[in-house]
């Protein structure tokens, strides 16, 4: 045989590079939840743990209603720029929110143990009608909480997952 006809031929004793590739795809595939496909490595979304537990101390905010210049009576569409109050960036235009009556609870600030039952909330029916919100990534797969998308410090809102349903509370933000 000459050389040429040599290097043509694998050896026997040597994995061709389709089988190295194979025996690659079955190693990454036996982690939890990740899958190979068309050669790329997919891992399923990270969640983050949800920091309300059975030790978060949670006190009912009783706030009062938002003021009747911030939403037109009857059909409660927001009226004025909502803000965020740490730092002034809007984050709701008019017209694009509705008040209601829905108790959520809230953490007070990131990582910490306390957390508000709050009442009053801005509903949005899509994520597209805010100005400038930040979503967490997924909690328990079942929803985010939102932040002001410029000083990220600290949670206004919450986002279903499933439903798509977006709430912002009143008493965490300004009108402008």
Known sequence: MDQEQQQQQPQENQPTEEKQTEEVDQQETEEEGVQIINGVRVEPPKFIED????????????????????FVEGT???????H???????????????LVDKKITLVQK??????????????????FHFENVAFTKDVNAT??????????????????????????????????
Not at 51 to 70: F, G, H, I, M, Y
Not at 84 to 98: E, F, G, H, Y
Not at 152 to 174: C, L, P, T
């Open 51 to 70: 920091v309300l537990t059975s030790t978060t101390v949670v006190t009912d905010k009783n706030e009062a209603a938002p003021e009747s210049s911030t």
């Open 76 to 82: 409660n569409k927001l009226t004025k720029n909502v």
């Open 84 to 98: 965020c109050r740490l730092c002034d960036c809007k984050i709701i235009a008019p017209d694009n929110a509705v």
């Open 110 to 127: 990131k990582s910490s143990n306390a957390a508000d039952e709050l009442k009053w909330m801005w509903f949005l029916a899509d994520m």
């Open 143 to 176: 929803h985010k909480y939102l932040t002001c998308a410029d000083c990220e410090a600290e949670i206004i809102g919450i986002h279903y997952i499933d439903s798509k349903e977006n709430y912002v509370a009143h008493d965490r933000v300004v009108y402008k």
